[in-house]
């Protein structure tokens, strides 16, 4: 333990100690008494409970000797119930128990019923039955003698009785177990009681047995980080990225690391004890703590398994370990240190503090910032290689000859109608500012772009494999496998009591069979829900973007009839950017909605482990969520403008809408715009302003709850204590939503990254804030949650993995069929009269006569440009009406549709072939760190070796010691006078011996 906390320790004795002298009683009960309450707290939940005498205001202390067990140590484990915090003692910060030595490792926290009148005594079990008759005898105001009143306090009384029942087993169970447990009902936080919970030293030591926790030895070995040269670079390349370290004790690069080994028992002299407080860290001592908790069963009160049914139930509304302090406290501790030099949005450009993380939360939690780290790191070159794409685009824009040819006023192309008859004819130099728009992000940069993100993502994705092996040699977690295998076996509660009503179901029908467990005809109902509910949820997501394209057709046409001219000029402007809002809206909304239903469609699969419950969570959440957030740009990019007909022979939804068409200039402006706004709405809104306000939102509406409540005056004079003020803040939810926020906008950045090069940017800024964001939210809104172990982020890397091949075959069809980059090139190597890109425009358009149009569909104002038209382009490749096969499809399409698909067949397969080169290119393990590895393995049967030499040397010496004084006993047994001595002699010499082994 740190000095900060030997002084707080030794304050809390003296103030203990002082509380003693001014004559605060001690009431020791002997464990005759603690059998009786546990004879009467396993009585029936309708009967009452024995009631305790209450003694005077000071702290009761129960002797309770634990149960034998296989590796369990007899010890007096007690229950102690808090007096009232003085306000002047430094140990009541609700970080140690009442005697200022004993460590909270967790916390528990219940309903209690209190009176307004008067405060009820503290007693073992958190109150008696004499009390409860007390209060519900005592005439209330205005419910003298109503009957139906007194009923619902009946009911009341009768499910707090059980929740009562269930705790105090519960409790009892964590005592046999070894653990200690202290009660404080006597609180600011009106209504609401804490259990407090240690674990002692050989609770922790059998746990940390049991779970394999390597801990460091006492041996310690040099660290080599390379050969000569590259030691040099890294130490270079330290001093010069110095400034943007945090300034946190493990930032120094350690020579020299400690051997770890699986913690036992048997062999703690390898481990250095010399400070027990410090040798298990908070974090560990939780995470021991909740192991604990969740294998507990409770077979007397309803068959409860562990603390997730009992929260599930409401016997406890809160279990969560405590922070290391205040985030502003005086006194250095980690989350101070997280808070000023991690969560900090002064400090967004120095690295993160990976190690202090993991030691304060654990593998899992400092895994995920790890990764994000890496990820925020590769888009910066991302980053700028899309700046320089999109600024070739605006460097070439004078140079493009195509935008140059549609803005010419000279060259009087007519285009044909919009829409029936409100749209008139129009002038096709009125899209010039869409074209222009549209080349800087459809050049032949954009390609080499799609390329650069492909290998991008197989770089990244190499990149992390070997950051997260150098980190599970630092953390000691290369071996975990035999660990993971070892407990992610271990059944949910939920799973537990599904299996029990099934056995129970079998023993009514007097049916005996072997260990039950789900099988498949079990889940079936729950499989066809999910497939049926997944399936409709798809359908749902559909059904909503056909909405929003009814919207946008039918917008368009009532703004094409508007007399104003400004009105008409801005209908695709308008159309397009409500849409777009709409459909932001949606997904907003359908995200929330498609969190919760994959949720409710997970549990009642009812999977067996945490393991598979969290794969399946995210399987469906992840397929529900992709699918909504791209649905409408899939649209865009793929479907707009391809099924609408022609001139005369139009495709119309309902008989009445005709499908809309792309700008002239092509549909991967309108994709850029639809892609931006989407990936910006919800980075900003969803990702930033949700995640700030709802947790700062439900913490305060707690806040007034706990202030409508009606709480005596002596409750408004106490401090709260650090449970007090924990139990505060929102509970952790996982890191699903986070990981999934990520994946979503990895999917932004290499989808349909061809359309819109600056997506990487807008990620890196994303990030830069996200990164410091959530720090703050895990380190100051949220209860610190129960460290878990993990060596990978688990199945988010396969999704990055389908997301990066996926991203390779959209942008092959992105270039192919949204963008205008084949049909140049058709044209340029096959139509062009002089080898340039003059008259293609000419060359996409298409003829139609005007006496052709279908009676109904002609426009109203003929005349609209001045002159009579008798001939209007379109954008397609057909025959001219003058042909013999008039509007046929021509030879021009199919020559652009065999480039366009020979395109996509050979990029997709060369920037595969150049993915999987790199992945084989870069080895998944950095050769450092395996020659580190392998070094351990040796050091470690070194170890051993010469341990055991070390037994045999002494088994050696003893045996010969053992020779020696029976050699010594027979050559003094020969002489009479000299007997006693050497009797004498050979029993110290026996001593010694025992000694010795």
């Not at 010399?274 to 908070?282: A, G, I, N």
């Not at 008989?655 to 309108?670: K, Y």
């Not at 038209?869 to 003058?882: N, S």
């Not at 509007?887 to 399409?893: A, G, M, P, T």
Request: aromatic share 12%; with cysteine.
């Amino acid at each position: 333990m740190d000095k900060n906390g030997t002084d707080h320790q030794k304050t809390c004795r003296d103030n203990e100690s002082s509380r003693a002298r001014r004559g605060n009683s001690v009431h020791i009960i002997s464990g005759v008494v603690l059998d009786e309450l546990q004879k009467a707290s396993m009585m029936k939940r309708n009967e009452k409970y024995s009631s305790l005498p209450i003694g005077e205001k000071g702290v009761d202390i129960i002797n309770i000797k634990a149960i034998e067990d296989i590796g369990y140590v007899q010890t007096d484990a007690m229950i102690l119930n808090s007096v009232v915090p003085e306000q002047d003692s430094s140990c009541q910060q609700g970080l140690y128990f009442q005697d200022g030595s004993r460590r909270v490792d967790y916390i528990l926290t219940y309903h209690i019923k209190k009176s307004g009148a008067f405060r009820k005594q503290p007693t073992r079990h958190g109150g008696s039955a004499s009390n409860r008759s007390t209060k519900k005898d005592q005439p209330q105001p205005g419910n003298k003698n109503d009957p139906e009143i007194g009923e619902q306090d009946h009911i009341i009384d009768y499910h707090e009785d059980d929740k009562r029942f269930r705790r105090e087993e519960f409790e009892g169970k964590l005592l046999e177990a070894g653990l200690e447990l202290e009660k404080d009902e006597d609180t600011k936080t009106y209504g609401i009681g804490f259990v407090k919970i240690h674990a002692p030293w050989h609770v922790l030591c059998r746990e940390a047995e049991f779970m394999k926790l390597k801990m460091p030895t006492k041996k310690v070995y040099e660290v080599n980080h390379g050969n000569n040269f590259v030691e040099k670079i890294n130490t270079f390349i330290y001093k010069m990225t110095e400034p943007l370290h945090p300034n946190v004790e493990e930032k120094r690069i350690s020579s020299v690391k400690h051997l770890s080994y699986p913690f036992s028992r048997e062999k703690q002299h390898l481990f250095d004890l010399s400070d027990k407080d410090s040798f298990f860290d908070s974090k560990t001592r939780s995470t021991i703590v909740y192991e604990i908790l969740k294998r507990i069963t409770c077979t007397k009160a309803k068959y409860t398994m562990g603390i997730t049914s009992l929260l599930a139930n409401g016997v406890y509304n809160a279990a969560y370990p405590l922070h290391d302090g205040d985030c502003e406290d005086e006194n250095a501790n980690d989350r101070k240190l997280l808070y000023e030099e991690w969560a900090s949005y002064s400090v967004f450009y120095k690295y993160q503090p990976i190690d202090l993380i993991r030691k304060y939360f654990g593998e899992k939690i400092g895994l995920y910032f790890a990764w994000l780290g890496v990820y925020t790191q590769m888009l910066i070159p991302a980053s700028l290689v899309g700046i320089i794409v999109f600024l070739y685009g605006c460097a070439t824009l004078d140079d493009n000859i195509p935008s140059m040819e549609m803005c010419d006023n000279r060259i009087n192309i007519t285009m044909c109608p919009l829409c029936d008859r409100t749209c008139s004819y129009w002038k096709l130099s009125t899209a010039c500012a869409t074209a222009r728009a549209s080349h800087l992000f459809d050049n032949p940069a954009t390609v080499f772009f799609s390329i650069f993100m492909a290998l991008w993502a197989a770089m990244f994705m190499e990149h992390w494999k070997r950051r997260q092996m150098r980190l599970n040699y630092k953390w000691d977690l290369t071996g975990f496998e035999e660990e993971e295998e070892a407990v992610k076996d271990h059944p949910r509660a939920e799973y537990e009591s599904r299996v029990m009503k099934k056995s129970m179901k079998k023993e009514h029908r007097k049916r005996k069979t072997e260990k039950e467990k789900l099988t498949w005809r079990d889940r079936f109902p729950a499989y066809v829900t999910n497939a049926v509910m997944i399936l409709f949820m798809i359908g749902l997501t559909f059904a909503i973007v056909f909405g929003v394209i009814l919207y946008r057709i039918s917008t368009a046409a009532a703004l094409a009839m508007s007399s104003s001219p400004s009105t008409k000029s801005n209908v695709r402007v308008t159309v397009m950017a409500t849409a777009v809002i709409i459909n932001l809206v949606v997904i907003l909304i359908l995200d929330e909605v498609y969190g919760y239903i994959a949720r409710w469609l997970t549990l009642i699969e009812v999977p067996k482990t945490d393991k598979s419950f969290e794969e399946r969570l995210i399987f469906k959440a992840f397929v529900l969520k992709f699918v909504n957030a791209f649905t409408p740009i899939m649209y865009v990019a793929f479907f707009k403008g391809r099924f609408v007909g022609r001139p005369g022979n139009y495709v119309y939804a309902f008989q009445s809408f005709r499908m809309e068409e792309c700008a002239p200039g092509g549909c991967l402006m309108e994709l850029c715009i639809q892609l931006s706004i989407i990936m910006l709405g919800k980075q900003l809104i969803q990702n930033n302003l949700f995640e700030i306000g709802i947790p700062k939102l439900k913490k305060l509406i707690r806040y007034f709850k706990s202030k409508r409540t009606s709480v005596p005056e002596e409750e408004h004079d106490k401090k709260l204590q650090r449970y007090e003020v924990d139990y505060y803040l929102e509970p952790f939810a996982g890191l699903t939503p986070e990981y999934m926020e990520m994946m979503i906008q990895f999917g932004f950045v290499t989808l349909f990254v061809a359309s819109f090069p600056l997506a990487p940017l807008f990620a890196l800024l994303n990030n830069i804030i996200e990164i410091r964001l959530d720090a703050k939210k895990f380190i100051a809104e949220l209860r610190r949650p129960v460290a878990a172990r993990a060596k990978d982020i688990g199945i988010w890397y396969n999704i990055l993995r389908v997301v990066a091949k996926l991203a390779v075959i959209i942008n092959a069809f992105v270039i192919a069929f949204t963008s205008d980059f084949i049909p140049r090139l058709v044209y340029l190597y096959m139509y062009s009269t002089d080898g340039s890109m003059h008259g293609f425009i000419n060359h996409t358009l298409s003829y139609f006569n005007v006496s052709d149009f279908k009676s109904g569909t002609e426009p109203i104002e003929p005349m609209q440009l001045g002159y009579k038209v008798e001939i209007c382009r379109f954008k397609d490749y057909r025959e001219p009406p003058w042909s013999l096969n008039g509007y046929d499809i021509s030879k021009q399409f199919w020559a652009v549709l065999a480039a366009r698909l020979a395109f996509v067949i050979v990029f997709q397969n060369l920037v595969m072939i150049m993915s999987d080169f790199v992945d084989w290119m870069i080895p998944d393990i950095p050769k450092d760190i395996s020659v580190q590895i392998h070094k351990e393995k040796v050091l470690m049967v070194e170890l051993f070796l010469k341990e055991e030499r070390g037994k045999l040397q002494m088994l050696e010496n003893l045996i010969a010691r053992g020779k020696e004084a029976k050699s010594m006993e027979n050559c003094h047994n020969h002489s009479p006078i000299n007997r006693p001595q050497s009797h004498k002699g050979s029993n110290t010499t026996l001593h010694s011996q025992n000694i010795d082994v």
